[in-house]
């Protein structure tokens, strides 16, 4: 997770389109139509991974994104910010979109960290 090349694992994006761009941004076609541009903030790590994903020519907007340790458990917590342009339907399926990320995200988690007997005791997952 703290790694932006594993974005793509789990985050909706077409594979074989996810790539670093030179100043540090990184493009991907995106599964909900269009391309989009990832920016992470450099140099958080510790449990912060704080993101934007936005179009070409768009304004980033930054969401933080925390990972918290909870004894043998871990909790991701993301907060999404409307957009002022964004329409209620349109923020609806965003919504929808980013439960399909982090259960993406929770599934490759548990298959690269877990074995199937300690998954449901190490990470706790809301949408």
């Known amino acids: 997770m703290s790694d932006p090349k594993n974005f793509g694992k789990w985050a909706a994006v077409v594979p074989g389109t996810y790539r670093k761009q030179e100043g540090g941004d990184w493009l991907a076609e995106v599964t909900f139509g269009g391309v989009r541009y990832i920016r992470f903030v450099p140099g958080l790590g510790n449990g912060i991974y704080d993101h934007?994903?936005?179009?070409?020519?768009?304004?980033?907007l930054f969401m933080p994104m925390r990972a918290m340790r909870y004894g043998e458990k871990t909790?991701?917590?993301?907060?999404?910010?409307?957009?002022?342009?964004?329409?209620?339907?349109?923020?609806?399926?965003?919504i929808a979109c980013i439960t399909r990320d982090l259960t993406r995200l929770k599934d490759a988690i548990e298959a690269d960290y877990y074995s199937t007997d300690q998954v449901n005791n190490v990470f706790a997952f809301r949408a």
Not at 52 to 60: H, L, N, S, T
């Open 52 to 60: 934007a994903v936005f179009r070409p020519g768009e304004i980033p």
């Open 75 to 94: 909790e991701v917590r993301f907060t999404f910010v409307q957009r002022s342009d964004m329409s209620v339907d349109s923020f609806h399926d965003t």
